[in-house]
């Protein structure tokens, strides 16, 4: 319990959204409370921008800047926050999946005017699986948005979750007027460019006072009147138990571009937000207060420049104090490993740091000892789970146009493989390699990196499968008669794992009704068995 100072000073969590609802920008004016920058406009260098899609050179340039903003560590009202941004573009999604297993809540950006998109609801399954804890932030008030009453059904029908409005708007668009905070009964103007003065702020502790009418006018007063007693009626205080069980997540109104709503939220996530939780291993719970150190790896970023080949692997502390120069056990390889350079990252610059506790991420210079997933220790052997493979989407066979250099591609990859660009399966019974991916960008990625780093060229041929399925069965004879009736839709992944490729929702439910006795997983989670 040595350090239980400073695991009760840090949150670290990830802001998510569908892009262009306003992550980057909300990111920004965090940044500005927090001090780590002064003016704004700094974060936008970190956004990959639409019309690049067609150019992965120019994102992986981007996505390069955006390493230096991957985590964003300031301090507000004495709170460390560790802030890790995740990619806007869908291509990358599983790297914003990877991304959320090392935070310990969410705030979930949604735009007033779209509701909830595709990404969204993907983002939030993510979130489900692991009961984190989500505050959703619904922006762009400013601009004439849904109905917030039909906004507010429409992400817990979608998202599956519990709602609970902590402010509540006045109109949207340019009748928006401000929001009024149910939890600290004071309202708060809106103004556009605000800075979110004290100013700003009416406390009303009596919504039936006149002051109301006088800063809203009547209509709205009233309005706001019977919206408010209706949802003090309905959600009462915050269960915040609820809140970090994942059930029920409060709700801001805001625009984040005017700044307005931010501070609110702010200041109720250093409140209520998880401190680093403890973490499921293959062997016992680690909490975050035990004196030995652990972590895990959940992302790797390698650099696409040839001038600059340089890896990082980013580290999330689980528990213990990590320390520069020390040695630690890395559990897959079963070695001892030391860091001479981690470092850490305080808005966007990086600073080679000596030590860092549960909570915070560490950037680890690396030269291929590194897979996703993979812990470190001070000698016990664990590793951490809940680090999950997601199904990709896209499949396609990789054909070898240099059979001289066959070593090479193989060899290429595992590696990439390794790094999390892609997932790699094997057809059963056979040699075929299939890559799976989340987004078409990948592949290019894929081959272009083969080529420069590993000599080897390949092609690839579509294959028509829209998702893989893990299989299992209690009864082994049942496992094997269906791998061997399905031979054709059947592969196995890195790890030997057996994998039901389907061509469709169709075929899929239909094995899946035709074969009880099978059970189809859509993550590889549950392949994690004790070392
Ligand atoms: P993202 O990271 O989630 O992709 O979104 P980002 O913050 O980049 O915001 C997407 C667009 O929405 C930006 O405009 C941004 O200025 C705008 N925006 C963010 N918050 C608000 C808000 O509260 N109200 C309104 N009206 N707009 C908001 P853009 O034109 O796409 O980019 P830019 O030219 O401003 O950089």
Known sequence: MKYNNEI?????????????????????????????????????SNKIKKHATSDFMEIERQRGISVATSVMSFEYKNILINLLDTPGHKDFAEDTYRTL????????????????????????????????????????????????????EEIENELKISLHPMTWPINSGKDFKGVYNLHDKNLLLFTANTKANDDDTVAISDL???????????????????????????????????????????????????????????????????????????VRDVPPTEDKFSGFIFKIHANLDPKHRDRIAFLRVCSGKFERNKYFHHVRLDKDVRFSNPYTFMARDKDVIEEAFAGDVVGLFDTGNFKIGDTLTEG???????????????????????????????????????????????????????????????????????????????????????????????????????????????A???????????????????ERTNNPDIEFHFTSEIHKEAV
């Open 492 to 510: 196995t992944d890195k790890d030997g794992h057996l994998v039901y490729l389907a061509q469709s929702e169709w075929f899929l439910n239909t």
């Open 101 to 152: 297993t090392a935070v310990d809540s969410v705030i979930l950006v949604v735009d007033s005017v779209n509701g909830v998109e595709d990404q969204t609801r993907r983002l939030m399954e993510v979130c489900r699986m692991r009961d984190t804890p989500v505050i959703v932030f619904i922006n762009k008030m400013d601009r004439d948005g849904k109905n917030r009453f039909d906004l507010l």
């Open 208 to 282: 039936s006072l006149p002051v109301l009418d006088e800063k809203v006018g009547e209509k709205d007063a009233s309005i706001l009147r019977e919206d408010a007693e209706l949802i003090e009626g309905v959600y009462g205080e915050l269960p915040v138990n609820d809140y970090l069980s994942g059930k029920v997540a409060p709700v801001f109104f805001g625009s984040a571009i005017n700044n307005f709503g931010v501070r609110e939220m702010l200041d109720t996530f250093i409140r209520i937000a998880p401190v680093p939780r403890p973490r499921h291993t293959s």
């Open 380 to 490: 016990e052997n664990f590793f951490f789970t809940g680090i999950p493979s997601f199904s990709p989407e896209i499949f396609k066979e990789v054909i070898n146009k240099d059979p001289m250099k066959t070593k090479q591609l193989e060899k290429g990859l595992l590696q990439l493989t390794d790094e999390g660009v892609a997932q790699l399966f094997t057809q059963f019974g056979g040699n075929k390699k299939i890559i799976g991916c989340v987004g078409d960008l990948q592949f290019e990625v894929i081959q272009y990196r083969l080529l420069q780093e590993y000599g080897a060229s390949c092609e690839f041929r579509a294959l028509p499968y829209y998702k893989a399925c893990w299989i299992t069965s209690a009864d082994p004879k049942k496992l094997d008669e269906f791998t061997r009736f399905k031979s054709n839709n059947i």
């Open 8 to 44: 009760h000073k840090r949150r670290t969590f990830a802001i998510i959204s569908h892009p262009d609802a306003g992550k980057t920008t909300l990111t920004e004016k965090f940044l500005l409370f927090g001090g780590a920058i002064q003016t704004a406009g700094a974060v936008k």
